[in-house]
């Protein structure tokens, strides 16, 4: 069964620095991949979603994330953090060839951004 | 309402006692997932509808938990007999289109605790 692990529990980033969230993927061929935030008291919001083509996705926010199959990664960057982005962030994965199955979550990387 | 409405956004219970949590989608929306969330934890996959039937149960934990959506919009996830394992966040999404090939939108849960 694909599975998706997102390696940092939490991570401090300066205002205005870069951030790179990390998530690695589980699964025989390439799934469908999507990054989802989760700010306090809100639901969660797409940020990005690959299916294919260009291996670079630019999502809102500011946000963009780059697919490498030879690392079965997908992680997620920003070139200069706001205050706002502090929240929580979840990378899902499904199999391409389970359009009827649910996303699968991984357990999520809690961004604190620091003045 | 514009996005998913989930109610009660909070219910505090006792063990053994009986719950429903109600989730109104997106209007027009056919497909609608639960989620469980725990504390530190990603979202976990419990059931998915498109339409009126359950399209994949399989991760709804045990037979005290059941979901209906008798006429393909308004959800209601059922839980019997709750234990204090229960307690969590209760997630529910909707889509337009069937799981993994588009966006779902997440409503902002339903606290459960059960004492």
């Known amino acids: 069964a694909q599975s998706v692990t997102q390696p940092d529990i939490h991570i401090t980033v300066s205002e205005g620095a870069s951030l790179e969230l990390r998530c690695n993927y589980s699964?025989?061929?390439?799934?469908?991949l999507f990054w989802y935030v989760q700010s306090p008291g809100q639901g969660l919001q797409l940020l990005l979603k690959y299916f294919s083509g260009d291996t670079l996705v630019q999502g809102i926010k500011g946000f963009e994330a780059e697919f490498k199959r030879s690392q079965s990664s997908f992680n997620l960057r920003k070139p200069s953090v706001h205050w706002s982005d502090a929240a929580e962030y979840f990378c899902?994965?499904?199999?391409?060839?389970?359009?009827?199955?649910?996303?699968?979550f991984g357990k999520g990387t809690t961004l604190s951004v620091s003045s | 309402g514009a996005g998913v409405s989930q109610t009660p956004s909070n219910k505090v219970t006792e063990k053994g006692k009986y719950v429903e949590l109600r989730c109104d989608p997106i209007?027009?929306?056919?497909?609608l997932y639960w989620y469980r969330q725990s504390l530190g934890q990603g979202p976990e996959f419990l059931i998915y509808?498109?339409?009126?039937?359950?399209?994949?149960d399989s991760g709804l934990p045990n037979d005290r938990f059941f979901a209906v959506r008798p006429e393909g919009s308004v959800s209601t996830l059922k839980i019997q007999r709750t234990e204090r394992g229960d307690s969590a966040v209760y997630l529910c999404?909707?889509?337009?289109?069937?799981?993994?090939?588009?966006?779902?939108?997440f409503g902002e849960g339903s606290r459960l605790t059960v004492l």
């Open positions: 699964y025989g061929a390439t799934p469908y």
């Open positions: 509808f498109q339409g009126t039937g359950a399209a994949d």
């Open positions: 899902a994965v499904v199999g391409p060839n389970q359009a009827g199955t649910a996303l699968i």
């Open positions: 999404a909707s889509s337009l289109a069937r799981a993994g090939t588009g966006e779902l939108f």
């Open positions: 209007s027009g929306h056919t497909a």
